[in-house]
């Protein structure tokens, strides 16, 4: 597609279900980036996926997020047993490697709107 | 976890020019500086990217001193429309994997 794309971009759940928020970059990029943002609060890192390497889940707030990448394309990032502190906007965003490295320059998603009751 | 540091907030008033300064003091010698603006409700879009000296576009310039520990976002004569945060964003190599961590962001506030 033209720009990286989410969804549901909306989700409203209820505590302690689970929920799959999808991500499809832009063709052709190779690292993938999850984050979430808070109401009013800046972007916090999650997850980083770089061509076929392992990906830097340092970020990840707990053993119930995880995602993954298939094919090097469409990531999922999944939510165990939901808490209401994981209400928040989950942004997606791709970017293109050169022989230099990472360009720097992030596309991102319109973001996947999570409420938890 | 951040590599950059920038005001909180600032405001302003239309027509003024804003400067918005990040120190980023232990930037990588390869990494380029790149700042991005969020307006609510939408994710990060890119505006200008640089590595020195002075890059210029359509919509701000980007200065970069010599020792490039700091970087000076300029956007020219603001109006109501760029009410908004700005990030600048350099490599961060924490956890062995060089990636894209954000800092606060400075928000933006433009004045009629």
């Known amino acids: 597609g033209a720009g990286v794309s989410q969804s549901p971009s909306n989700k409203v759940t209820e505590k302690g279900k689970d929920v799959e928020l999808r991500c499809d970059p832009i063709?052709?990029?190779?690292?993938l980036y999850w984050y979430r943002q808070s109401l009013g609060q800046g972007l916090e890192f999650l997850i980083y996926f770089q061509g076929n390497s392992a990906p830097d889940k340092s970020g990840l707030p707990s053993d119930r997020f995880s995602a993954e990448r298939t094919g090097g394309s469409v990531s999922t990032l999944t939510i165990q047993r939901t808490q209401q502190e994981d209400s928040a906007v989950y942004l997606c965003?791709?970017?293109?490697?050169?022989?230099?490295?990472?360009?720097?320059?992030?596309?991102f998603g319109e973001g996947s709107r999570l409420t938890v009751l | 976890l951040a590599k950059t540091t920038q005001p909180i907030s600032m405001d302003s008033y239309e027509g003024q020019e804003v400067n918005i300064t990040c120190s980023h003091n232990n930037i990588a010698t390869n990494d380029y500086i790149t700042w991005y603006q969020q307006f609510p409700s939408q994710g990060p879009r890119f505006i200008i990217q640089g590595y020195k000296t002075k890059v210029t576009n359509e919509v701000a310039s980007l200065f970069i001193p010599a020792d490039r520990k700091s970087s000076t976002l300029s956007l020219p004569r603001v109006s109501l429309s760029d009410t908004a945060v700005y990030y600048c964003?350099?490599?961060?190599?924490?956890?062995?994997?060089?990636?894209?961590?954000f800092g606060t962001g400075t928000r933006l506030k433009v004045l009629a």
């Open positions: 965003a791709s970017s293109s490697w050169t022989s230099g490295g990472d360009t720097g320059e992030l596309f």
């Open positions: 964003l350099v490599g961060d190599i924490t956890s062995g994997t060089y990636k894209y961590i």
């Open positions: 063709s052709g990029h190779t690292a």
